[in-house]
């Protein structure tokens, strides 16, 4: 007998991307899912899309008032009955065989609390381009890797509902930046994360630099400063010193004071810098106008977000 799969879809907004989603959930080779689409307060045509599922006994539709994508996330994990939890955003798609092959996973790695996967990339701007993401994905305790970038997509993740039950779920007070979060939090309490890889979902990415990407960057740093501040506090002497705790804060400052730059905000930019200490960016911040910051950072951050994919050919879904 198969176990239970959850499948959890938060949709706000969606119509434009939501059906995909949604047929990629009903489309799982493995036999015992189900879906769950978590309408978090849409104003536009998502409920009437879902509606046309009406038929489908795996599919549950939910309506709630807006409570931001950890909100509904939640939501659908509380409402879920599945052993195993997947989450599937409404703008993305996953592999047929996706729940198949994590499930499997699990079955030969009984000691590992989450399996998260490889990821393909691609966009509406290209939607004929695809692109994988080079990276080399930890498995085992991924804490230490995880204090220097967030590497895990919730879009590639599965996890045992066990792990949610004893660890917890998002924090709904973040609003961005809650997966990373909780992945921290899972994995100092020593939750083991298993990379499978193989390429089962598919990650549709940004208009490179689109302004609505831009406007939410420094509201994504300073969240991540404060998460790294109150786990700064959770530490021990001992594992600050270890980690190199002072270099990540300091890192994370640079990156919140170069958002702060990437949308014209040079006053802000410039008490970060003086906050970090960092008095030669601040002269820099002071001299060069704000139009020549967002520019140039703009094609920088373009620049290295295009090296780091690579070209591949049309994969099946």
């Known amino acids: 007998m198969n176990l239970l799969v959850s499948i959890i879809i938060p949709a706000f907004n969606a119509a434009a991307y939501v059906k995909e989603a ?28 879902i509606k046309e599922y009406s038929g489908r006994p795996n599919l549950r539709y939910i309506y709630q008032e807006n409570r931001g994508l950890a909100g509904a ?8 009955r599945g052993e195993f939890i997947a989450l599937l ?16 996973a699990f079955d030969e790695h009984p000691e590992y609390g989450v399996c998260y996967s490889d990821l393909i990339h691609f966009s509406d701007a290209t939607p004929r381009e695809f692109y994988h993401h080079r ?21 590639s993740v599965m996890v045992r509902r066990s792990v949610f039950e004893k660890f917890g779920t ?30 089962l979902a598919y990650y549709r990415m940004r208009l490179e630099g689109n302004l609505s990407s831009l406007k939410s960057e420094p509201e994504m740093k300073e969240k991540n400063l404060l998460i790294f501040g109150r786990l700064e506090k959770e530490l021990s002497h001992v ?7 002072k270099e990540i804060l300091s890192l994370l400052r640079k990156k919140l004071m170069i958002a702060y730059l990437m949308v014209g905000r040079k006053d802000a930019a410039k008490k970060s810098a003086q906050e970090d200490h960092r008095l030669g960016w601040a002269v820099l911040i002071a001299i060069l106008p704000a139009g020549l910051w967002k520019v140039v950072l703009k094609q920088i951050r373009v620049a290295k977000h295009r090296r780091l994919l690579e070209k591949i050919e049309k994969p099946s879904i």
């Not at 047929?23 to 009437?48: C, F, K």
């Not at 973040?174 to 994360?193: H, I, K, P, T, Y």
């Open 170 to 199: 998002f924090d709904e007070a973040l609003r961005c930046s809650e997966d990373w979060e909780l992945w921290l939090r899972w994995a100092r309490q020593g939750v083991l994360f298993y990379f499978l890889p193989k390429q």
């Open 73 to 80: 996330r939640n939501r659908g994990i509380k409402e879920s």
């Open 22 to 49: 949604v047929d990629s959930a009903l489309s799982q080779t493995y036999p015992d899912t189900e879906v769950i689409v978590v309408d978090d307060g849409s104003t536009d045509r998502t409920a009437e899309i």
């Open 239 to 245: 594992e600050r010193e270890r980690y190199n705790f």
């Open 89 to 104: 955003d409404a703008d993305d798609a996953f592999h047929k065989d996706k729940v198949k092959e994590q499930v499997q």
């Open 135 to 155: 990276y080399q994905y930890p498995s085992g305790k991924v804490f230490e890797p995880l204090l220097r970038t967030q590497f895990i997509n919730p879009l």
